[in-house]
């Protein structure tokens, strides 16, 4: 990984956090995205490679652009892109959930994925090589009750993955999606807006995905030779059949 340039989004926190860590160790040089600049620092101090941060909202079109065009020269031919940045927000029924929730979701989960790649593609293009790996979920396979918003904005993550995968074709670029099941980060935190006895539930009897294990997982998927795209991959812990079957320790 020496020579090959990795932007991750979503690196100051959880599944991110760790790929970061697991390209580190590859000595890949890192681009590393997010909103809180304090972790990202705090990130930084604990890698040994050439590293750089960009810290902006995916939300936000314009700031998304302005980062990748801050760049210098030579961080600009990105490799691999991680599009990992992302969130639930609340876990409601349709008719009582709040609309401010799925504005955060939808804007970041699915257009904020699409600005990063947008704004990434074009060099891409020009060498007619790289890799797009884009975080889905099993909420993107399968949807949960309460869950629409959220599962709607994976679905839409696992659509775009294969219309990019059709329209980069000509160009050799490689483009794939992973799908999580139940990973402990800081997710649940976020989706119960710091309630962390709910967000504990979520977790209760239950022997859930690390981050490392995804970590290790997107490693693979960039390990594997050029002639290999692993287009989607879903991983669950063992004891999740799929996203609303659990069997939960008493
Ligand atoms: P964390 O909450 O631990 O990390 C989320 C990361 O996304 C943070 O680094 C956060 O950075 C960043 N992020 C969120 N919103 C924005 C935004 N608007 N702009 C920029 N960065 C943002 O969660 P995970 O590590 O678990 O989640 C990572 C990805 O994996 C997400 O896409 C999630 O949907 C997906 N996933 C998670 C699963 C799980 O069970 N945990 C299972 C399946 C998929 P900051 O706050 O600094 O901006
Ligand atoms: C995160 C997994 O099941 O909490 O995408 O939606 S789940």
């Known amino acids: ?61 314009k700031a998304v652009f302005e980062a990748f065009e801050s760049l210098p020269d030579s961080w600009k031919q990105i490799t691999i ?13 349709v008719q009582t959930a709040s ?20 704004a990434v593609l074009p060099k891409m293009v020009e060498v007619k ?7 889905g979920s099993i909420a993107g396979k399968e949807v949960y009750p309460n869950g629409s918003v959220y599962c709607s904005s994976k679905f839409a993550v696992d659509a775009f993955t294969s219309g990019l995968r059709i329209d980069l074709n000509p160009y050799k670029i490689r483009v794939g999606a992973i799908h999580p099941g139940l990973v402990e980060t800081e997710f649940s935190q976020v989706r119960f807006k710091g309630n962390t006895d709910r967000a504990e539930k979520v977790y209760k009897g239950i022997e859930a995905l690390s981050a490392e294990d995804i970590a290790d997982a997107i490693l693979y998927m ?14 669950l812990p063992t004891q999740q059949a799929n996203a609303y079957v659990q069997n939960r320790d008493s």
């Open 222 to 235: 960039a390990n594997t030779p050029e002639r290999v795209n692993i287009a989607d991959l879903v991983i």
């Open 1 to 61: 990984m020496e020579d090959k340039i990795v932007c991750i989004t979503g690196a100051s926190s959880g599944i991110g956090w760790a790929t970061a860590k697991a390209f580190a160790n590859q000595n890949a040089r890192l681009i590393l995205c997010g909103r809180r600049k304090e972790k990202l620092v705090e990130l930084q101090k604990q890698l040994n490679v050439d590293s750089i941060q960009l810290v902006f909202d995916v939300r936000e079109r």
């Open 81 to 93: 892109l991680i599009n990992n940045a992302g969130n639930a927000h609340g876990i409601d029924p």
């Open 129 to 135: 090589k790289g890799q797009i790996i884009n975080l």
């Open 99 to 118: 609309i401010d929730d799925w504005d955060a979701m939808i804007d970041g989960n699915v257009k904020g994925l699409m600005y990063v790649t947008k």
